[in-house]
């Protein structure tokens, strides 16, 4: 089955500093990744998705790439703020047409003032 | 506004007792899913439902079930708790297969 590994699991950076979280996901066949951000004792909240037939996508401070031949995705955050300060999670869907996400381990952003 | 609640933010259980996590979605979506989440494991799906009365086993089932009766509302059982299950429970709910999930706010569980 999918696996999806994420890296870092911490990252600590400068107020107005980019930040960048790298997944790898093993089904050749997946062809949706979202991108969640969850705020200490929130819940998860969908903040970015790619589809397999593009290869990146922008929504103002956020960005998404995504490589198929090398499969990995990654998610840049420019000019930080503090609010963006959570748990980030990637995801890959299980196959191109599973009901199923398989969800990475998460990243610990802090943003410090 | 898409809404998906869980009927407690926090239950304390004992070992050996059975447990019910309720979930109920009010945007007519098809497909359910419960997940587990703990400290540097990420969500991990317990079980997924695509439609009333319908369920299929996530990666971790061992100890649930769950149940689908009507298509808002999906239940997490846990037959009879274990320490082991004490974790943070999220419900989820989605309109399409490989779409946008919605989260509920989730309950967390301790089993004594």
């Known amino acids: 089955g999918e696996n999806v590994e994420q890296h870092p699991s911490t990252l600590s950076v400068q107020e107005g500093d980019s930040a960048v979280i790298k997944c790898t996901y093993s089904?050749?066949?997946?062809?949706?990744f979202p991108w969640y951000k969850q705020e200490l004792g929130k819940r998860p909240q969908l903040i970015i998705d790619?589809?397999?037939?593009?290869g990146e996508k922008k929504d103002q401070r956020i960005a998404v790439t995504l490589n198929k031949t090398a499969k990995h995705f990654s998610l840049h955050i420019t000019e930080t703020q503090p609010e963006d300060s959570a748990v980030y999670f990637c995801?890959?869907?299980?196959?191109?047409?599973?009901?199923?996400?398989?969800f990475g381990s998460g990243t610990r952003l802090l943003v410090r003032p | 506004d898409v809404k998906v609640t869980q009927s407690s933010r926090y239950l304390v259980k004992r070992t050996g007792e059975k447990v019910f996590l309720e979930c109920v979605q009010d945007?007519?979506?098809?497909?359910m899913f419960w997940y587990r989440q703990d400290p540097g494991l990420g969500l991990r799906l317990i079980y997924f439902?695509?439609?009333?009365?319908?369920?299929e086993k996530g990666d971790i089932p061992e100890g649930y079930s769950v149940s689908r009766e009507k298509k808002e509302r999906f239940s997490l059982i846990l037959e009879s708790a274990s320490t082991n299950q004490t974790s943070m429970y999220l419900c989820?709910?989605?309109?399409?297969?490989?779409?946008?999930?919605?989260f509920g706010p989730g309950t967390r569980l301790t089993v004594l």
């Open positions: 945007m007519d979506h098809e497909n």
């Open positions: 439902s695509y439609d009333v009365k319908m369920k």
């Open positions: 089904d050749s066949a997946s062809n949706y």
């Open positions: 989820a709910s989605s309109f399409i297969a490989g779409g946008e999930q919605f």
């Open positions: 995801a890959a869907s299980e196959g191109d047409s599973s009901y199923k996400l398989i």
């Open positions: 790619i589809r397999s037939n593009v």
